[in-house]
């Protein structure tokens, strides 16, 4: 079971993966008895649907009244080609007709009865991307078969262990045989390193990695993201351009305005990169969801077997969707992400072309890049496959490497994942101890990017949020949570005739001064009204303001000034007085 996804949860995701492999071996020694292969694969029932894979491999569900009568059965098997056509008339013959679809319909019953009750929400289907299978070997799905390392080709409903292939529209096929020399991307990599203003010296490095490392899809254990943003002109959306020409079909086309259910419903059961352009802060609250909405998908994207998420269907059952890859985001405004995120991605910061003498040599260079790209689209990809076969060594090593430079394990994740890619794109040879020094460079660069972004700064961002909120006072006085402390504390005479200490309780904030400590209420509606629309509504603020030194959240209810009892969080003083001291510990 090393190394296999899981096909859904618990027990019901053990009971699919079981039945799905009993319907592929048995579909198997059916094949065997019979003089034709059955062009069919019978999975399972559930609620009076029948599910099977087609013969061009689609997870197709079919009720029992139309396999009964036979009609859907003509549009399944009717003109899909000549073998097919064959199986029909020798298995289910009649004198009539050529075939009985009624007598085919009945088959596919008692066979999908054999297999049990089966559940598509559950099961791990895939279909287009990048894939590891059982023995840890990458493959390729394009559609309508599966491309290996070695050149090999399958079709989708061909048995597999521990998951169902499902076909998705085509796409171009890979073609490892005709992978790009090394020598050709050095030198693509130094007319790179020319044609951007790049704020630091190993960001193309960074970008051609990440590409690299994209280009294989779901099959990497982790999938870091890259997020590059710079001004107007400065050639942000071209280079985007050109990873979406290098990766060619497997990143799909380059997104804008994207929302999160678009993205699921697009790329449902894919494993590709994903690639969105133009993601600008959201100036209004009430659409900041979106990205936030985003980030959760893309989070969840970043290992294991990606983004798993249920929502309700029309018919009020559970509808299930998944996909993993990649992202490559692009902005002009630099987008502060929280730090639970902010260890998934590298960061990468354009500055303006650049200009006299060197502007000449930078569009040169830059017209190499294009020409390039134009010339070797699928070129990443073609590699990477034949790369496949060394990459879990390669990131292992890399890793390790990480470690000994200081790294923490998700930093060193995300470091050896884009350098790896790196490695494996420009080098053919198994990595060693000098290119693993050579490489220090590139992982330092990356561990030292997100130095200092611990996962307890949370507790600060949700206070510095809290402390920011604007109160409305009567005679349409507006205060700041922090500047009614500050009054409370200091007895400073206040404008309106609300003391400030009530104004605050009236948010659920209590400031009890002889304790040195901020109560922050738990539950209360007013305490959640601060926090809706943030990353922290919902009750989150809770767990956020707990990671802060010294904060506790008492067993029992704490007596409060103007509120009676009540559950809270309490907050040292000292972190409300010094909040914008980076220098508190956690």
């Not at 039945?19 to 592929?24: D, E, T």
């Not at 029909?88 to 054999?114: H, M, V, Y």
């Not at 020094?437 to 809290?466: M, Q």
Request: aromatic fraction near 6%; glycine fraction near 8%; charged fraction near 20%.
């Amino acid at each position: 079971m090393s190394g296999v996804e899981p096909l859904g949860h618990g027990i019901e995701g053990s009971q699919n993966r079981s039945r799905i492999q009993l319907a592929l071996e048995s579909a198997a020694v059916v094949s065997d008895e019979r003089e034709i292969a059955d062009p069919i694969v019978p999975i399972g029932h559930r609620d009076g649907i029948y599910y099977l894979l087609s013969p061009a491999g689609e997870l197709r569900s079919m009720r029992a009244e139309a396999l009964e009568s036979g009609r859907g059965v003509v549009a399944l098997l009717s003109g899909v080609n000549s073998a097919t056509d064959d199986w029909c008339r020798t298995n289910f013959p009649d004198q009539k007709t050529s075939w009985s679809p009624k007598r085919a319909g009945l088959w596919i019953i008692e066979a999908c009865n054999r297999q049990g009750i089966f559940d598509p929400n559950s099961a791990e289907l895939r279909s287009v991307g990048v894939w590891r299978d059982a023995r840890q070997n990458a493959f390729v799905h394009c559609g309508q078969r599966l491309i290996y390392a070695d050149g090999k080709t399958s079709p989708v409903n061909e048995r597999h262990e521990g998951f169902l292939v499902v076909a998705g529209p085509a796409i171009d096929s890979p073609t490892p045989s005709q992978a790009l020399k090394n020598g050709d991307l050095h030198i693509f990599l130094q007319d790179m390193r020319r044609a951007w203003g790049w704020k630091r010296d190993k960001d193309a490095e960074i970008v051609l990695g990440w590409i690299a490392m994209a280009s294989l899809g779901g099959f990497p254990r982790k999938r870091p993201h890259l997020y590059v943003n710079g001004p107007r002109g400065s050639g942000k959306s071209t280079l985007l351009s050109i990873a979406n020409s290098l990766l060619g079909d497997m990143s799909g086309s380059v997104i804008t305005d994207a929302t999160e259910a678009a993205l699921r419903q697009s790329r449902n059961n894919q494993a590709r990169p994903v690639l969105i352009d133009e993601f600008e802060p959201e100036a209004d609250p009430r659409t900041a969801a979106k990205h936030n909405n985003l980030f959760f998908i893309l989070r969840s994207m970043y290992d294991g077997v990606g983004a798993q998420i249920q929502r309700g269907g029309a018919d009020h059952k559970s509808v299930g969707f998944r996909m993993t890859g990649a992202a490559y985001l692009t902005s002009i405004n630099h987008i502060e992400l929280p730090p639970q995120d902010r260890s998934r991605f590298a960061m990468i910061e354009l500055g303006k072309h650049p200009v006299g003498s060197e502007a000449v040599n930078s569009l040169k260079c830059f017209q190499r890049v294009c020409a390039f790209t134009e010339r070797n689209r699928n070129a990443v990809l073609n590699r990477m496959l034949s790369q496949s076969v060394r990459w879990d060594e390669t990131v292992g090593a890399l890793t390790q490497q990480a470690i000994s430079l200081g790294a923490d394990m998700r930093q060193a994740d995300t470091a050896a994942s884009i350098v790896a890619g790196l490695d494996c794109l420009l080098f053919d040879e198994r990595i060693g101890a000098e290119r693993l020094k050579d490489h220090g460079p590139h992982l330092s660069y990356l561990i030292n990017d997100t130095a200092g972004v611990a996962e307890c700064s949370a507790g600060h961002d949700v206070l510095d949020h809290l402390l920011t909120q604007i109160v409305y006072l009567d005679r349409g006085v507006r205060r700041s949570v922090r500047e009614l402390i500050n009054s409370a504390m200091d007895g400073e005479p206040y404008e309106t005739a609300e003391h400030p200490a009530r104004a605050l309780s009236r948010h659920g904030i209590v400031l009890l001064q002889e304790r040195r400590k901020l109560a922050v209420r738990t539950g209360s509606s007013a305490s959640k009204e601060i926090f809706t629309g943030s990353a922290w509504q919902n009750g989150a603020h809770v767990s956020a303001l707990l990671q802060l030194n010294g904060a506790q959240k008492p067993p029992n209810p704490v007596r409060l000034p103007f509120l009676g009892q009540g559950r809270v969080v309490l907050v040292p003083l000292e972190h409300v007085l010094d909040a914008s001291n980076d220098q508190i510990p956690c």
